[in-house]
């Protein structure tokens, strides 16, 4: 059966931007190869449009197109049918076509809208369309990046609702992946946050420390691992705040806070140029002043600087 997350039981991180949804994803009726063509051209079947991690968006809300009159798409995928508390009509069926330009779309009068990415609308979208855009992001990414078979080199073939790519040669079955990486608020003895600057981020940019799990690896022996080797501090008893997908092309970020045994700082110098502890006075007046600048509220960097800090982070003085 399906399993759908709502917003009973929120782990401490509360409803992350990126970690809502109203849609039942229909993982069981995806094995059906009559689903799409038995539910295209229904009134009750509307398409999602994406191309190149872009979507059609107007007034805040993605557009969505009555499948009628389309023919149905080479590349297609179900996203799933909508519950309670969703923005469309209980029992809607969402499918994404996955456009080669958005010439393609062959787009109905008044389905004027912009296209779009992920970053710049998920704020201000509605628990459905986060979690839509969410779903159809990821598993776009996969399907441009998993067009042949990695065994033998043979384009493989779309199945199960677009959630399964077949090789026709020695017929194995491809499935999405996703990246687990951990990211953790580090505290000190006195309550101070560690935060960290990459490298490649703009002068000023300080967040809280992530990085991959490695095969063979445990969640907390990742936060141990992932954070001595980036600043040198050695944490202990890891535990878990909650988690949020990120689909840049296809990470599940999983939130961590931990308590540092050894607070000396020492930047491994290749990634991460910079590490400072903050108490949450400091924080907020390096950030009133511009002196620094924090992860949007899109990331869960933001939430668990914010847990820690206990609000809201206050607006830069040249934002207010």
């Known amino acids: ?3 759908v997350t709502q917003s009973e039981g929120l782990p401490p991180l509360g409803a992350l931007t990126l970690a809502q949804t109203r849609m039942d994803r229909g993982c069981e009726r995806r094995s059906d190869a009559g689903l799409l063509p038995g539910i295209w051209g229904a009134a009750s079947t ?5 191309d190149d991690a872009r979507t059609l968006v107007r007034e805040n809300k993605i557009v969505l197109l009555p499948s009628q009159g389309r023919p149905l798409p080479a590349m297609a995928v179900y996203l799933g049918r909508a519950l ?10 969402i499918v994404l076509e996955i456009l080669d330009g958005p010439g393609q779309a062959g787009l109905p009068d008044g389905s004027a809208g912009d296209w779009l990415g992920l970053r710049e609308v998920a704020v201000g979208l509605s628990p459905q369309d986060a979690g839509l855009f969410v779903e159809a992001a990821a598993i776009a990414n996969w399907h441009a990046s998993h067009q042949h078979c990695p065994l033998c080199g043979t384009p493989t073939r779309i199945e199960q609702g677009g959630w399964v790519r077949r090789c026709p040669e020695d017929q194995t079955q491809h499935f999405p992946r996703t990246d687990p990486a951990i990211i953790v608020s580090v505290l000190d003895d006195q309550d101070r946050i560690l935060l960290g600057h990459n490298k490649a ?6 967040s809280t420390l992530a990085g991959f799990v490695e095969p063979g690896e445990s969640l907390e022996a990742a936060v141990i691992r992932e954070v001595e080797e980036e600043s040198g501090v050695l944490v ?3 535990q878990y705040l909650g988690s949020q997908p990120w689909p840049f092309p296809a990470s599940l970020m999983l939130g961590f806070t931990a308590t540092a045994v050894r607070t000396e700082l020492k930047p491994d110098g290749v990634e991460i140029a910079d590490v400072r502890w903050f108490t949450r006075e400091e924080l907020a007046a390096c950030i009133g ?3 620094v600048q924090v ?3 899109l990331s869960i960097a933001r939430a668990l600087i914010e847990h820690w800090y206990g609000g809201p982070l206050p607006e830069p003085q040249a934002w207010q």
Do not use: C, I, K
């Open 236 to 238: 202990h008893s890891p």
């Open 46 to 50: 509307h398409v999602m449009l994406m």
């Open 1 to 3: 059966m399906s399993t």
């Open 295 to 297: 992860a949007g509220g």
């Open 84 to 93: 309670p508390g969703a923005d469309v009509p209980v029992g809607t069926d």
């Open 201 to 206: 981020w703009p002068a000023g940019r300080y």
């Open 289 to 291: 002043s511009g002196e």
